[in-house]
């Protein structure tokens, strides 16, 4: 009997792209313990750039996600966009040439997805793009650059949700290249909620204390009156969790410090705990803002740190970025998410959690129709206005957009493995 087998490469390079690749490796094993003989067998390696390399950046997510280690690591490391990006390409050139894939999958808009989908097409070999067709339709964005080129490049193109056919349509993409197949960051999420409950990064960080005080007073936020608002019981303190790292965010000392500002103002209600990009925690010292942050030196908080310090209260609460679970456990028990992060806006969208977004465009348009997010930019009233719209109760329900149903990767799988034009498969 003839047997077929595909030699797929995936890529990883930077935090966003683990938890997107990290279903597909199940996919694929699922899809090769298939019993139907009339399948391609799909050998597949995995190469991470090293885009990021930080343990907190990337190791956690590897054991977090229990992604095998990587079968060739490019170790590229960070440099300015056209250093990273050109770097990327020359190593990843490389590998294509010696291990000669019949597919290259990318994910996501970081600059290894487009170095490495723009090696492969150079040298004839066909190119998936998982997250296809987002547009914030702001060039200023190095994503957005990103997102436009790989999408212009790639073979098949796998796309979120239907804004993103209709993107790519308009960009003259055949429509015979798009396959709308939902999110795969929601397979991630889905996969492991139940696991990232049981972390124990609430009671590290003193958000589920034993103290009656905390336990006695009345469970109603309240707007009127923060100081009870902070001391309001539940089984997990009330909290923000907040991420920032976009360059027009941080790069930019008056953008960062308006943002501070209605940070502050936020943090009269509840605490703010945010885990610090490198990226971040390197502006906000350069531009001296050292002031308005509080840097713990690990995620073990007390409670007291929020509540009584005086002052301590009135200070965005930082530490080391977390990995996947703890991440993912915060961000489903949080009051309210602030970022300027394009992922977290899917995520509370599934976990229905309130989600003010410091940006002024989202490439996620379908979080904002069918979800809980909320665009307010560097705007510190904004900011402060949204925060008690949520303090208020007054947020949305958010409505799961259609194939956010944790089987993404499966429908990715099965399309890329039945292609057919047949280019892919190969005689083993
Ligand atoms: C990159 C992606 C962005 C994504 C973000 C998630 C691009 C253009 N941007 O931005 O879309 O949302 O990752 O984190 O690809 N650094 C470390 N340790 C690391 C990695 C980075 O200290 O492990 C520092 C370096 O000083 C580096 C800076 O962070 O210069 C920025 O890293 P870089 O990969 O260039 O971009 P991000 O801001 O992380």
Known sequence: MTSLTNNWLLV???????????????????????????????????????????????????????????????????????????KVLIEFEKVLMKEQPDLVIVVGDVNSTLACALAAVKLHIEVAHVEAGLRSFDRNMPEEINRLLTDAISDYLFTPSPEGDENLAKEGIPSEKIFLVGDIMVDSLLFHLDQAKSTDILSRLGLKPQSSDFRSSSSKLSVEDPERSRRAPCSTLPYALMTLHRPANVDDKQALEKIVRGLLEV????????????????????????????????????????????????????????????????????????????????????????????????????????????LVHNDPEKIVAEVRKVLDGQTRVSQCPSLWDGHTAERIVAILARHPCGGLAKHG
């Open 12 to 86: 990883v390079g930077a935090r966003p792209n683990f938890m997107k690749v990290a279903p597909l490796i199940r996919a694929i094993d699922k899809h090769n313990s298939s019993r139907d003989s009339s399948l391609v067998t799909i050998h597949y390696s995995l190469v991470h750039t090293g885009q990021h390399y930080d343990a907190n950046m990337s190791d956690a997510f590897f054991r977090d996600l229990k992604l095998p280690e990587p079968d060739l690591h490019l170790g590229v490391g960070s440099g300015n966009h056209g250093e990273q990006t050109g």
């Open 267 to 374: 943090s009269a209600h509840f605490p703010i705990l945010f885990p610090v990009h490198p990226r971040t925690a390197k502006q906000i010292k350069a531009f001296d803002m050292e002031g308005s942050f509080q840097f713990h030196s690990s995620p073990d908080i007390k409670p007291e740190e929020y509540f009584e310090n005086e002052a301590l209260k009135r200070k965005i609460h930082c530490f080391s970025p977390l990995g996947y679970l703890d991440f993912l456990n915060l961000m489903s028990n949080a009051k309210v998410v602030l970022t300027d992060s394009g992922g977290i806006q899917e995520e509370t969208t599934v976990l229905n959690i309130p989600c003010i977004t410091l940006r002024d465009t989202t490439e996620r348009p379908i979080t904002l129709t069918e979800g809980t997010n909320v």
